[in-house]
Every structure is written in structure tokens, then in C-alpha cells.
């Protein structure tokens, strides 16, 4: 075992975007940081998830638009799509960008160690033992603080036999070697995963069945949004069979095999209930994901996790041990790569703090402003509360709500889709925002800023928003929660409207569309 005399500030123990981002964030403080990784810089998010699917998304798109030509007056006479360039299109962006998170750190100086790292032993003043097993060496370094950023993998279920060959997780999916498009692809799971699949394989000319659970795919998004989304997801011939108890997946030699009954059937009746039999060339299973933290040394230090996820406290992101921090999926919260790096943020902020590196940066974490999207297409972004939840948590809303058919800009574009502004009833404080269409990704973050500056629906009314752009979205929506939009059809005219006119709108009067 080779043991490096140097000491580190901060060992970071994996390198997706929790882990890279916290390295170089250390090194901009002026840290002696140690990076260690397994796999690939830029974890699951470069090399398995946000980045490949979203390269994927770029081609699909591609399609739909020459699918849409004659549409906007132009013929286009035949055209075909290659796979295999499409994967290799891909992976050359993901290699790109890993080159790219390699040149950083090495830019910012932080030493990379590719192998598995543990933390052997250790204590806040003393500093930690981290050993890196590698392929073929094991290396010891020792760092005066650590951050645990070791992400999660796809999660798995015995009965549904994932083999790898027809029984697929993403992981096999966004591999280099998958390079041919399955004629009936079957997806257990109709989250954010399973329907971005669903979305791209079927534009590829995939026949793509979707199996959920719950009664409704992806049950955390604004169900008038959801409704839109099964709309075109119909339109593609996408099926979605919801409230499906997936019992097993077989991988029958020629096919796969998939056994339902219904998800009301009690367990205890599941023997004798009414069995449905779906049959695919390739199943994606896409039920969640687990938190990889095996072996890191966790139990001997005391560090406690629940279902895989490590207990840390929520604000400082520091475990029971001092000095010991985790961000990103492994804690089991928000999984998202956004969150991931942001938590980082706050990690990295408070280790470097407690050893004197930086001065007055104590800070805690936020989460009442975190933006989500799904990359089907339309997609669909989302930020802050939803409908539902502003009623469980006793909050009077009002809400605007515009559609993308009466906007010039996203008419020109052939756009469809709809941007809901909730606004608390009392101070018109913007509360959330979910929208689904060309640029919801984009178009909410404008709703994220506002959010996070606990700004006002007049403050975006008051702002100029450039015309003819999609970002009129966000301002006509903030309009029509006071019931005065411009360009909204068929809005009902609003009582008061010399009131309206002369910005005197009392504040708690409901103008908006509930
Ligand atoms: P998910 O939690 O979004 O969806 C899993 C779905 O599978 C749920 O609707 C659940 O009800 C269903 N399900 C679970 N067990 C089932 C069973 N036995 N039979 C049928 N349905 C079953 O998880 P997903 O899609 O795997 O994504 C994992 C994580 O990755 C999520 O936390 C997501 O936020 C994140 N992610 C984020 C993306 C983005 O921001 N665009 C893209 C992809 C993933």
C-alpha cells in the first residue's frame, strides 16, 4: 500500500456533480483537496444520466421536427435515422465534458485518485484515513475533513430478473454497446426515467408501453400538467397502463415477459387475483434509484443510514461524526444533480469553516426554491408548491394560468402547452410555478429567481419582457393572476377593471382561475 505523506483539507469520495463541483468549489476557497472516483468523472449524471439522455433527447427532437416539416411548409422527401451515430454522437459528448471536469480539477489543482475510497478511521482533530483501492494498488491519504458524495445506482427488484440482456436498468440503456432500437420496448415505472424513455425510444420508432403503479405517471407534477403530457404521449402512441402491481419480468429466450394484476389486490389475495400478460422485445426497469453506501466505512465510524440513505443533519449537511460530511443522492433527499451541487455548496462552506480556511460562512440549507424538469417532449419544468400542496400547508392562492397557443412567439414555433403562476392570495408573493411546453425547462428559472427574491406577481408584471419571446409565458401568466392578462381567449373581463387599470387591484381579491 503506497501512503501519501500529504494532508488534505478535504477528501471528497465520489465524482458526479455533488462531488466534482464540491472539489473545485474547495480549491477556489484555497483547500488542498483529494478527489476520488470508481467509475468515471462526472457520475451518473455525465456518463448515465442527465447528459446522454438529454444528447438522446437532441437527436429525437431532431426527428420530430422533420416529422413536422410540411407543417411549416417545407417537404422534406424521405430521411432515416442511424442509431448507432446517434450513440456515437453521444458518447462523444460525454467524453468531451469528462475531459473537460478533468482539466478543472486539474486547473484547480486537486489531486484525482481513481479507485474506490473508505474512510478508515479517524476524528475531527485528527484528521481522517481514507483508503483508495484501485484496480491494482490501494493508496492511504489523510484529509482534515471528507465529504461522502457517492450518488445512487438504478434500483432493482429480484422478481423482475434484470439481466442485462433484455431486462434492462438506464445504466445498460446510455452504454456505448446499446445500439439497436427495440420494436416494443416495455418500461416498468412511469416516472421521470421511464417517460423520458418512453418519449425518445418512441420517436425512434419504438412501441413503447409504459406500466405504472400508481394511478397516474409521474404523481408528483400538477395533475392539469400531467393530463396534457398523457394527451401527447396518446398522440404518439405511448400507452400508459397505470395502477398495474408488476408481479415478474421474464426474459424468455425471444422476448420478455411481463405479469400484472391490479395494484388494488391486497397481498394476501395477489395468488388467485386476475392476471395481465404483456410481452416486449426489451424491458427498461425504472422504479427508483438506490443510495451506494456500502463500504465506505460508515458502520465502524457510527454513521447511522436508513434504507441505504446516510442520516446527516439537514441544515449543516454534517453527520454524527464532525468532519464528516454528505451531499446528493446518497443522503436520500432531493435527487437531483442541481441539488447535489448546491449541497456541495453548503458542505463544502461549513468543513472548510471548521478548520479556519474560510471565515464567516456557516450556512444552512433552503429547499423551498428548487426548480425540476422532466425532458419529455414538451417538457415539463417545475418550481416551488404545486396546488395541492399550497392546500395541505393552509396557503390561500391565487393562480394564473396561460396557455402557449394564444402566445405569438410560441404560435410561430408550433408550440402547445400551459404555465401555471401560484401567488399567495394576501401578498402576491410568487409560491410556484409549473409549466409544460417548448422551454419549460428554461422558462421556470426566471419563476425560481423571483421565488428565491421572495418577489411579487407585479414584480414580473412590472418587468419588460421581450417581445416575441416564449419568456411572455411567465409575464402573461403573472398577469392572469389578477385576472388581466393580455392575450389569454376567452378570459371572463375582470369586475373593477378601472381599479385594474390604475394598479389599485386590492390585495386578497381572487381575479385568477382556480
Ligand atoms: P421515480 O421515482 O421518478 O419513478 C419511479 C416510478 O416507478 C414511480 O412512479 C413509481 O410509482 C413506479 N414504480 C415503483 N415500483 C413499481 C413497480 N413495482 N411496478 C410499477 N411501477 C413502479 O424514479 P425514476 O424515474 O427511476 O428516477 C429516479 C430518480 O432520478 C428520481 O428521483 C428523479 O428525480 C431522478 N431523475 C431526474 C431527472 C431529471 O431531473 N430530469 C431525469 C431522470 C432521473
Known amino acids: 500500500m503506497k501512503i501519501i505523506e500529504e494532508e488534505y483539507d478535504l477528501a471528497i469520495i465520489g465524482a458526479g456533480p455533488g462531488g466534482y463541483h464540491s472539489a473545485i468549489r474547495a480549491a477556489q476557497y484555497g483547500a488542498k483537496v483529494a478527489l476520488i472516483e470508481k467509475?468515471?468523472?462526472?457520475?451518473?449524471?455525465?456518463n448515465r444520466g442527465c447528459i446522454p439522455t438529454k444528447a438522446l433527447l437532441a437527436s429525437a427532437h431532431f426527428i420530430e421536427k422533420i416529422q413536422k416539416a410540411e407543417e411549416f411548409g417545407v417537404e422534406i422527401k424521405g430521411f432515416s435515422s442511424n442509431f448507432s451515430k446517434v450513440v456515437e454522437r453521444k458518447d462523444?459528448?460525454?467524453?468531451?465534458?469528462g475531459t473537460g471536469i478533468a482539466n478543472l480539477q486539474k486547473a484547480w489543482k486537486n489531486d484525482v485518485y481513481i479507485g474506490f475510497g473508505k474512510i478508515l478511521r479517524g476524528n475531527a482533530q485528527e484528521g481522517f484515513k481514507v483508503l483508495i483501492q484501485g484496480e491494482n494498488n490501494e493508496e492511504l491519504i489523510h484529509a482534515k475533513r471528507v465529504i461522502i458524495a457517492t450518488g445512487s445506482t438504478p434500483a432493482l427488484i429480484p422478481n423482475f430478473n434484470v439481466d442485462h440482456k433484455r431486462i434492462l436498468t438506464s445504466d445498460d440503456i446510455l452504454d456505448s454497446n446499446f445500439k439497436t432500437i427495440p420494436k416494443r420496448l416495455l418500461i416498468i415505472g412511469a416516472g421521470v426515467i421511464g417517460c423520458e424513455f418512453a418519449d425518445i425510444f418512441t420517436?425512434?420508432?419504438?412501441?413503447?408501453?409504459?406500466?405504472e403503479y400508481l394511478p397516474s405517471p409521474i404523481a408528483t407534477e400538477?395533475?392539469?400538467i400531467i393530463k396534457q403530457l398523457q394527451k401527447k404521449f396518446d398522440s404518439k402512441g405511448i400507452k400508459i397502463i397505470t395502477s398495474q402491481n408488476v408481479l415478474s419480468v421474464e426474459n424468455t429466450g425471444s422476448s420478455v415477459k411481463a405479469l400484472t394484476c391490479s395494484a388494488s389486490v391486497p397481498t394476501e389475495e395477489i395468488e388467485l387475483a386476475e392476471k395481465f400478460s404483456f410481452e416486449a422485445d426489451l424491458c427498461l426497469i425504472s422504479i427508483g434509484r438506490n443510495k451506494v453506501s456500502k463500504n465506505l466505512g460508515l458502520?465502524?465510524?457510527?454513521?447511522?443510514?436508513?434504507?441505504?440513505?446516510?442520516?446527516?443533519?439537514?441544515?449543516?449537511?454534517?453527520?454524527?461524526?464532525?468532519?464528516?460530511?454528505?451531499?446528493?443522492?446518497?443522503?436520500?433527499?432531493?435527487m437531483l444533480a442541481h441539488v447535489a451541487s448546491y449541497e456541495g455548496d453548503i458542505a463544502v462552506a461549513n468543513a472548510l469553516r471548521s478548520l479556519g480556511v474560510i471565515k464567516n460562512h456557516s450556512r444552512r440549507t433552503n429547499y423551498r426554491v428548487v426548480p425540476s424538469t422532466i425532458?419529455?417532449?414538451?417538457?415539463?419544468?417545475?418550481?416551488?408548491?404545486?396546488?395541492?400542496?399550497a392546500r395541505e400547508l393552509g396557503i390561500d392562492v391565487l393562480v394564473g394560468q396561460f396557455p402557449y397557443e394564444s402566445l405569438g412567439k410560441a404560435k410561430c414555433m408550433g408550440e402547445e402547452?400551459?404555465?401555471?403562476?401560484?401567488?399567495?392570495?394576501?401578498?402576491?408573493?410568487?409560491?410556484?410555478?409549473?409549466?409544460?411546453?417548448?422551454?419549460?425547462?428554461?422558462?421556470?428559472?426566471?419563476?425560481?429567481?423571483?421565488?428565491q427574491h421572495g418577489l411579487s406577481i407585479e414584480d414580473i408584471t412590472h418587468t419588460i419582457h421581450s417581445?416575441?419571446?416564449?419568456?411572455?409565458?411567465?409575464?402573461?401568466?403573472?398577469?392572469?393572476?389578477?385576472?388581466?392578462?393580455?392575450?389569454?381567449?376567452?378570459?371572463?373581463?375582470a369586475p373593477r377593471l378601472r381599479d385594474i387599470l390604475m394598479e389599485q387591484l386590492p390585495l386578497g381579491v381572487e381575479y385568477g382561475t382556480e
Open 203 to 211: 420517436t425512434f420508432g419504438s412501441k413503447v408501453t409504459l406500466l
Open 39 to 46: 467509475d468515471k468523472l462526472g457520475g451518473t449524471c455525465l
Open 375 to 389: 425532458f419529455t417532449s414538451p417538457n415539463i419544468g417545475s418550481v416551488g408548491l404545486k396546488r395541492n400542496q
Open 417 to 451: 402547452g400551459l404555465l401555471i403562476l401560484l401567488a399567495d392570495k394576501h401578498t402576491l408573493q410568487i409560491v410556484g410555478a409549473s409549466c409544460i411546453g417548448e422551454g419549460a425547462s428554461e422558462l421556470i428559472a426566471e419563476v425560481a429567481l423571483a421565488m
Open 467 to 493: 417581445h416575441p419571446t416564449l419568456s411572455e409565458m411567465v409575464l402573461e401568466a403573472a398577469e392572469a393572476v389578477k385576472g388581466r392578462a393580455i392575450h389569454k381567449k376567452g378570459h371572463p373581463i
Open 222 to 224: 400538477e395533475p392539469i
Open 299 to 334: 458502520e465502524e465510524l457510527g454513521i447511522e443510514t436508513r434504507r441505504g440513505a446516510i442520516e446527516v443533519d439537514p441544515g449543516t449537511l454534517e453527520t454524527v461524526v464532525n468532519g464528516i460530511y454528505a451531499i446528493g443522492d446518497v443522503t436520500g433527499g432531493i
Open 92 to 97: 462523444k459528448i460525454v467524453n468531451e465534458l
